[in-house]
């Protein structure tokens, strides 16, 4: 009953340094979903997939490429990581937002 | 204006006290509604959907209103452990993406 699981849980890059982090879901969403957060801001969409074998940009894109392998899996990559990109990510997954949506536990990423 | 605003608190509420939140939504096309609990430094978890004809949960209850165009979240008896931020979101029809609002912070002391 693992649900949405990311990795790694906790990252530090040097700037420029580029990293793929990882997200699987087993309970057959269609939907996954890219999010930072930080503090006082909220949750911000980066990128989301409402199906296999589609991407689209949300609301912060910018620094960022996602990859749906299959089903399960959906990546995202920083090419070349930036302090701005110092942030919580969390992955997520739906079924088209009938039961609402699950998160992974995140990745707290640091770019110094 | 937003498309979904929450008042960031914090509320600070005495244990056994009852408190309600609201969430205001500029879509009138929304279709679903949730509340989210978010522990510090962890995920968001879903807390309870919200219906069209309100929903109760154990010492939670749920309500829509669409004339006004906001949602609520009733928590009665509070507990220690019922701190944490709030975050509702919304969605709407057709979309595949969901909006969450920043959250409302509640601190319950002893």
């Known amino acids: 009953n693992a649900g949405v699981t990311q990795t790694p849980k906790f990252q530090v890059l040097k700037t420029g340094q580029s990293m793929t982090l990882q997200c699987a879901q087993d309970?057959?969403?269609?939907?996954m979903y890219w999010y930072r957060q930080d503090p006082g801001m909220g949750l911000r969409l980066i990128y989301y997939s409402a199906s296999e074998g589609t991407t689209d940009k949300g609301e912060v894109p910018n620094g960022y490429n996602v990859s749906r392998l299959n089903k399960r899996e959906f990546s995202l990559r920083l090419e070349s990581a930036a302090p701005s990109q110092t942030s919580v990510y969390f992955c997520a997954s739906s079924e088209a937002g009938v039961n609402g949506y699950t998160f992974g536990s995140g990745t707290r990423l640091t770019v110094v | 204006r937003k498309e979904v605003e929450q008042d960031p608190g914090p509320f600070n509420v005495p244990e056994g006290a009852t408190v309600a939140f609201n969430c205001t939504y500029s879509n009138s096309a929304s279709q679903s509604f949730f509340w989210y609990r978010q522990d510090c430094r962890k995920e968001p978890k879903l807390l309870m959907s919200?219906?069209?004809s309100g929903n109760e949960d154990g010492r939670f209850t749920a309500q829509l209103n669409r004339a006004s165009q906001y949602i609520s979240l009733l928590i009665r008896d509070s507990k220690l452990s019922d701190s944490a931020t709030y975050l509702c979101v919304v969605l709407s029809g057709g979309s595949y993406i969901p909006t969450f609002g920043r959250g409302t912070s509640l601190i319950v002391h002893p």
């Open positions: 309970m057959n969403h269609n939907s």
């Open positions: 919200v219906y069209s």
